[in-house]
């Protein structure tokens, strides 16, 4: 597995997130407090971006349902969905952020 670009950090400020398509995956990154996280973008109860979501703190919730999960570790914090998404190594190099694939 290695690392692909994603894009840049002057492009996702602190306290934000987006989506990004890397080897046909859709993937969100987000920006907490100047540490990046990758993790799958689209909520495994109904298919929804997660990236069209909203950030508290540690968690992101699905715009549809209102399923809840970590950005850290892909986890569940609250259903109905009731399967975590999946994470993704992040690595800076430069100005670039990178996420393993």
Known sequence: MGYVRALS?????PGTMTRV???GKKILVANL????????DICMHRGCSL???TI???NIECPCHGST????TGN???GPTTKPEPTFKVKIEGDLI???V
């Open 9 to 13: 950090v002057r492009d996702l400020t």
């Open 56 to 58: 508290s703190g540690e």
């Open 76 to 78: 569940i914090v609250r």
């Open 98 to 100: 990178m996420v393993s």
């Open 51 to 53: 990236s069209n979501g």
């Open 21 to 23: 398509d890397v080897n």
């Open 69 to 72: 999960y970590s950005i850290v």
């Open 33 to 40: 407090k100047g540490a990046y996280y990758a993790m799958g």
